[in-house]
T-cell receptor, first 114, second 114 residues
Framework: TQLLEQSPQFLSIQEGENLTVYCNSS?????LQWYRQEPGEGPVLLVT?????EVKKLKRLTFQFGDARKDSSLHITAAQPGDTGLYLC??????????????FGTGTLLAVQP | ETGVTQTPRHLVMGMTNKKSLKCEQH?????MYWYKQSAKKPLELMFV???????ENNSVPSRFSPECPNSSHLFLHLHTLQPEDSALYLC?????????????FGPGTRLTVT
C-alpha cells in the first residue's frame, strides 16, 4: 500500500511567519499535486510538480519535488489568515495510462492567526 | 451554476433510513468520482465512473450504491448506514480518467449517521 505521510498534522502560527509542510513516502510517484481545502469547501488544486528536483512558485508559496520523486515540500512565506486551510498532497502512481491512481496524503491543517 | 455542485450540503440520517446524495458537474467532463473524507484519515476514493460506466469500486460496502445516469450527474444511494460512515462525502470530476487531468471537487455533503 502506498502511503503519503504529511507533517506536521496541525500548525497554528501568527500572521507574517514562515512555515514548511512536508509530504513523504517510500514510493516513487510520476508526479505530485498539492491542494488546499478551505472550511466547507472541496480541495482545490494549487500546483502539480512532475520532474525530480522541480521547484515551482505560486506567489508566496514554493513547492519542491524531491530528486527521487518520493517526497515534496510546501513552503509559505509571510503567512496570511487567507492561507488558513487543510493542505493535501497527492501522488500519481507509476502504473501507467488510465490505471494511474491518485493517492492522497494525511493532510496538514494550518491556522494563521491575525 | 458552474463547477461541481453537491446536494444536500448537510444530512443527518438514522441507521435505518434511505437517502441519496447528488452531484452535478457543469464542466463537460467525462470522469466522475466519489470520495470519503474522515477526520485524521487520508481522502479515500470510493467509486470512479468514466463515460457513465463504473471503472472502480474500492471495496466499498454494499450499503453505498452509486448511480451515474449520464456523464454530468452522479448519485450515491445510502441505506442501513453505520455511525462510522459519518464523514464528508466529496464528488469530483475530471476531463479524462487519467490523474494527469485535474480533478475538480464539489463542496461535499457532511453526513451524520445517528
Amino acid at each position: 500500500t502506498q502511503l503519503l505521510e504529511q507533517s506536521p498534522q496541525f500548525l497554528s502560527i501568527q500572521e507574517g511567519e514562515n512555515l514548511t509542510v512536508y509530504c513523504n513516502s517510500s514510493s516513487v510517484f510520476s508526479s505530485l499535486q498539492w491542494y488546499r481545502q478551505e472550511p466547507g469547501e472541496g480541495p482545490v488544486l494549487l500546483v502539480t510538480v512532475v520532474t525530480g528536483g522541480e521547484v515551482k512558485k505560486l506567489k508566496r508559496l514554493t513547492f519542491q519535488f524531491g530528486d527521487a520523486r518520493k517526497d515534496s515540500s510546501l513552503h509559505i512565506t509571510a503567512a496570511q489568515p487567507g492561507d488558513t486551510g487543510l493542505y493535501l498532497c497527492a501522488g500519481v502512481t507509476l502504473s501507467g495510462g488510465a490505471t494511474n491512481k491518485l493517492i492522497f496524503g494525511t493532510g496538514t491543517l494550518l491556522a494563521v492567526q491575525p | 451554476e458552474t463547477g461541481v455542485t453537491q446536494t444536500p450540503r448537510h444530512l443527518v440520517m438514522g441507521m435505518t433510513n434511505k437517502k441519496s446524495l447528488k452531484c452535478e458537474q457543469h464542466l463537460g467532463h467525462n470522469a466522475m468520482y466519489w470520495y470519503k473524507q474522515s477526520a485524521k484519515k487520508p481522502l479515500e476514493l470510493m467509486f470512479v465512473y468514466n463515460f457513465k460506466e463504473q471503472t472502480e469500486n474500492n471495496s466499498v460496502p454494499s450499503r453505498f450504491s452509486p448511480e451515474c445516469p449520464n456523464s454530468s450527474h452522479l448519485f450515491l444511494h445510502l441505506h442501513t448506514l453505520q455511525p462510522e460512515d459519518s464523514a464528508l462525502y466529496l464528488c469530483a470530476s475530471s476531463q479524462e480518467l487519467d490523474p494527469f487531468y485535474e480533478q475538480y471537487f464539489g463542496p461535499g455533503t457532511r453526513l451524520t449517521v445517528t
